[in-house]
């Protein structure tokens, strides 16, 4: 076994909690899959076996049932406790007992295409100590409810410097922890004279770890996550020569076990090369950069590779925006018939090639479905129109009910003849309107984007 | 159909404006002193061919028809050579005019005369005479007109740059850069000299333009040609306070925001730019010259098409002029040129080396990457590594110069003398200058008269020069007028220095006075600091020469209390509790980076002096650093920068000072990681 999978499961989602409140976040419905489905497909289409999951006690039932009915992954499923507070290193350090080779992490939320042979393939070919898959940013554009106008683009950005041949990542820094200046060493310069900064990238949060690091995590237990402070930690340690013998200066303090474990591991994690491997760099030819004389990667130990992927879906459903964008395109990803066989469809009906719809569905005459996704025992009844929507499970909508670009969470009800333009209808709400024959009279109330929660 | 034509005619029109440059026949620096007391720098021959000749050969061949000369420093001999030239031929495709002034201080002087007379209708090349390339900037102008024509006025200068990475011999520590930009456009957001540091800051408001893509490129060389629009001599006319380029380079960018002047860059991956800005890059020029790196610009093609400079090719990059005669024996090795009518002795090994006309080398002489000028004899036995000797220079019999030597016009050493690294002669004393002042750039030929009888009376010294030497040694001073506090350099283009002595050495025993009777009567380090800074004025001498003299009185205090002969170890004891002592006092006078260095560097003298005593150096530095006189990062610059001489390399080696860096090192890479995290 080369590399073991971890799906890190025990988010909270705390960028959409207006889906997560009821549902857990690996579980929420993409084109009528759980979400955690994307990410297990991806590990057994590339040939994994095993799988590690770390999940919540609250997703671990659907979670298990999930991979032995829709996946031939071995599973292996570590629950955390939800209000713990663990970061994505936490949950990593949890089971480094089960660790026993290197590792691929990949994050539940991850929904791409990408090649990951392209991740791996870095990992193998320069002995890397990380590597991982980032993408270009997405635009979204579908109107999210609840959000008016355009996203403002103040978020804060990434900066990702990478070499020449733009694998080697080199500088690695989020615009809020800079201040008036990005600063960058001269030797790194030196060694690589010209590097790109790339702002408008993803971190797809897959990332393929040495066993090192897993016991350099061990041992520096401040270390919470992954993203956050793992991987800068790991691309800046590829560029300073001494780590191992200042541990021993700077901590005198500390007592000695702590001090040896600390620095046998910041060997470890540097030295990653085992000695033939070292003696064949030394007898090639073969060279990572050109330009100078010296050896393969300045005698470096410690190399980040990143994979930029340019071009296909790369999605990290963490905000609604990306949930909506990702239902639309979800369905490229599997190869199922759109309709489910066991929906009853009136003849009636419009349903367009471009939607999805669950088992057990039923849609009544002159019922229309365009571009959206109907879960599980979903009721649509007669000329209701629906358009750009997500509907999940249990769902009744009545008739005449106009839906338009929203989100319709599970077991809600939609009373016959409402209007609805850029929704979101929480879990198990009832929204009802005054009947036809006023509403040409009153004006509507859900024609603005916003969010329909119990005081509807 | 006639708006067809009409269109047709106005871009025809537009592009039949023939290409202008106007070509900075000056440094305006001193950097080639003492060689350029006698020859402009663009004159002074490369692979025996003036400078300025290649520049416009560059110029010429790049499509450029007219091209504007301004002279300042010996523009009469620059007019005299160009009028001899064939750019001054009624044939020639480049029309060549000279402008001369003495008025010139700087480029900004010249560009505010270009502004003034409206010679430029369109864009033009801005080069400085001592640029040797052959890069083809046609496409670069295509790019230039192409972005002025998109965005009207935007783009006002298009660098051009050559990629070589660092390391490259073409490349020297002075002139290096790092230029931030933006990948899609190739808009320059931030370019900066590296010189000396260590990290490099990029503000972030560079990064907030609408793209995603950036580029931090540390493998650029400056060809220093830049293609420029009229706005720019208008800019510099504008901003009275732009003196180099780099000046306006950085005002461009710093008022991006408000003037919405933009620089943009070129990158050439196959042509050749370089500018010979030191001796170091005289040296890698010269030989990428020899070696062809420079085709179609190589020594046999003549294309100055002048009498007597024809040559010829054959393998191992040998070439050789007319009538030259090569001894019995004699083995010229790879990448030699050798010029018209020289005469080669018996039995000399020749490598890497040019050599110009009318020379005579006796037997048995050695020369590697010796750069020998005209009319230059060297007698046998020479050993010549490389230096540079310029016309008329006489080597007398068994004279080895050291590496990075200067032998300037006429000078006359040995016989049997050695000189040791990095040593320049010149007829010219040195302290010439003082007395011209600011004169210089005015008169050369008035007052060389006067000079001359000043110089006569002053005695050559057969200790440093041989016994039928002639000539003064010219040590390295520092300049303290200079701007921006930039460490000056000597003519090799590495960073050295040394203390003028003399005047000092009463200072130096009123200091040491000062420091004994504060010993004794206990006086209280603020009085003292008083007392010196008293002393400072009374014999008006600088604060460097202050922190030299004080480090060195320290240094010095404990032989003077208990005599010579003091043991290492006791030193040690009695001067670390000096140190302490005093601590106050170093701290009000070491503050800057500059001064840190100058005490590391007297420190350094005092125990090159003292062999027997390092091991107490290591002590002291450590003692300096702790009292946080001293900062890491400098003791490490002046570790891994300051070596001046052979045993200054061997003060190195100590075993106890490379424990004691290395423990340094590693303090510092903690740190900069603390300063990540």
Known sequence: ?456 | FTAVVAIKWLTDGEEEQPLQAVLVADSFNRRFFPISKDQPRALLPLANVAMIDYTLEFLTSTGVQETFVFCCWMSNKIKEHLLKSKWCRPTSPNVVRIITSDLYRSLGDVLRDVDAKALVRSDFILVYGDVVSNIDVTQALQEHRQRRKAEKNISVMTMIFKQSSPGHKSRCEEDDIIVAMDSKTKRVLHYQRTQGLKKLQFPMNIFHSVSDEFEIRYDLLDCHISICSPQVAELFTDNFDYQTRNDFVRGILVNEEILGNQIHLYVTMDGYGARVSNLLMYDAVSSDMVRRWIYPLTPEANFTDRKGQECTHSRHNVYRGAGVSLGHGSHMAENVLIGRDTSIGANCHISNSVIGSNCTIGDNVVLDRAYVWNGVHIASGAVIRQSVLCDGVKVKERVTLNRQCVLAYNVVVGPDISLPEGTVVSMHHPDEEDEEDEDEFLSDGADNSSNQAKTKLKAFSAAEVGAEGKGYIWRPVKQDDTEDDELVQCLWGETSSCITTGVYAVFQTEVLGTLQRGMEENISCDNLVLEINSLKYAYNITLKEVMQVLMRVVLEFPFQQQGPQLAAVQYCALLLRLLKKWAPVFRNYVKRAPDQMDCLESLEEFFLEHETHWGAMVKVLMELYQLDILEEELIMRWFSDGVTSAKSRQLRKNPGLLKFIQWLEEAEDESSEEDGQ
């Open chain 1, 1 to 456: 076994m080369e590399l073991q999978a971890v799906v890190m499961a025990a988010g909270g989602g705390s960028r959409m909690m207006d889906l997560t409140y009821s549902i857990p976040k690996p579980l929420l419905p993409i084109g009528n899959k759980p979400l955690i489905w994307y990410p297990l497909s991806l590990l057994e289409r590339v040939g994994f076996e095993e799988v590690i999951v770390i999940t919540t006690k609250e997703a671990q039932k659907e979670v298990q049932k999930l991979l032995l009915t829709e996946t031939k992954l071995k599973p292996d499923i570590v629950c955390v406790q939800e209000d713990a507070d663990m970061g994505t290193a936490d949950a990593l350090r949890h089971i480094q007992q089960k660790i026993k080779t290197d590792v691929l992490v990949v994050s539940c939320d991850l929904i791409t295409d990408a090649a990951l042979h392209e991740v791996v393939d870095l990992f193998r070919v320069h002995n890397a100590t990380l590597s991982m898959l980032m993408s270009k940013a997405h635009e979204f554009t579908e109107t999210v409810p609840g959000q008016k106008g355009k996203k403002k683009a103040g978020e804060q950005r990434d900066f990702v410097g990478v070499d020449d041949s733009g694998k080697r990542l080199l500088f690695m820094a989020n615009e809020a922890d800079l201040d008036e200046d990005l600063v960058i060493r001269k030797s790194i310069m030196r060694r690589h004279p010209r590097m790109h900064i790339k702002t408008g990238l993803v971190d797809a949060h897959l990332y393929c770890l040495k066993r090192s690091v897993i016991d350099f995590l061990a041992e520096n237990k401040s270390i919470s996550s992954i993203r956050g402070e793992l991987v800068p930690c790991l691309v800046r340690k590829q560029f300073s020569k001494f780590s191992s013998l200042q541990k021993n200066k700077e901590e005198p303090n500390q007592n000695m076990k702590k001090k040896d474990a600390n620095t046998n591991s910041e060997n470890h994690i540097a030295s990653a090369d085992d000695d033939l491997l070292e003696l064949a760099l030394n007898r090639s030819c073969w060279n990572d950069h050109r330009g100078d004389m010296c050896g393969a990667y300045h005698g470096g130990k410690l190399r980040c590779y990143v994979h930029i992927m340019e071009e296909g879906m790369c999605y990290r459903v963490n905000t609604l925006a990306a949930y909506i964008e990702a239902n639309r395109l979800a369905s490229k990803l599997f190869e199922e018939p759109a309709i489910h066989p066991s929906a009853v469809i009136s003849e009636r009906s419009v349903v367009g090639s471009d939607s999805i719809i669950g088992t057990y569905c039923q849609i009544a005459e002159k019922a229309s479905v365009k571009r959206s996704t109907i879960g599980a025992s979903t009721t649509i009844k007669e000329k209701a129109k629906i358009t750009n929507s997500i509907i999940m499970n249990g769902v009744t909508i009545e008739e005449g009910c106009n839906i338009q670009g929203s989100v319709i969470c599970s077991h809600a009800t939609i009373c016959r003849g409402a209007d609805i333009k850029y929704c979101l209808v929480g879990n198990s709400q009832r929204v009802e309107l005054a009947p036809r024959t006023t509403e040409e009279i009153v004006p509507l109330p859900f024609t603005d984007p916003a969010l329909i929660y119990a005081s509807f």
